[in-house]
């Protein structure tokens, strides 16, 4: 006799990034320039902290950040968790596995 695998809902980190964040460089700017003028003067400046990592000038406003973005998924299939209710049953909408409604994970991490 088959036994199909129960699906919980798991939390794994989806993408990791680095983001430098210039706004320092060009504040107080944005109060006196519409969206577009602002974007371009943004632009500006990643060029010059491009230039920075290039020839190493001083940029001591630029700040660097570690972005961990995270995503609930089933762990039978691995994809976006969404439940769906057949016939009275929980399903997961990716893969039909049967969640099992014990308790919740939604503190696990899976990396």
């Known amino acids: 006799m088959e036994t199909k695998q129960k699906a919980k809902k798991i939390k794994i980190l989806s993408e990791i990034r680095v983001e430098a964040d210039v706004s320092a ?3 107080g700017s944005q109060y006196r320039m519409s969206e577009d003028e602002w ?3 943004l632009e500006r400046a990643i060029k010059d902290f491009h ?3 290039r020839d190493h000038r001083s940029q ?3 700040t660097l ?3 961990r973005e995270y995503k ?3 762990s039978v299939c691995k994809d976006t968790w ?3 209710e057949i016939d009275g049953v929980i399903l997961c909408a990716y893969c039909g596995a049967e969640i099992d409604e014990g308790e919740p994970n939604d503190n696990q991490t899976i990396t």
């Open 25 to 27: 460089m060009c504040w």
């Open 39 to 41: 974007a371009k003067q």
């Open 60 to 62: 001591d406003l630029v």
């Open 82 to 84: 969404e439940p769906d």
């Open 51 to 53: 230039d920075f990592l």
């Open 65 to 67: 950040d570690i972005v």
């Open 72 to 74: 609930n998924v089933c």
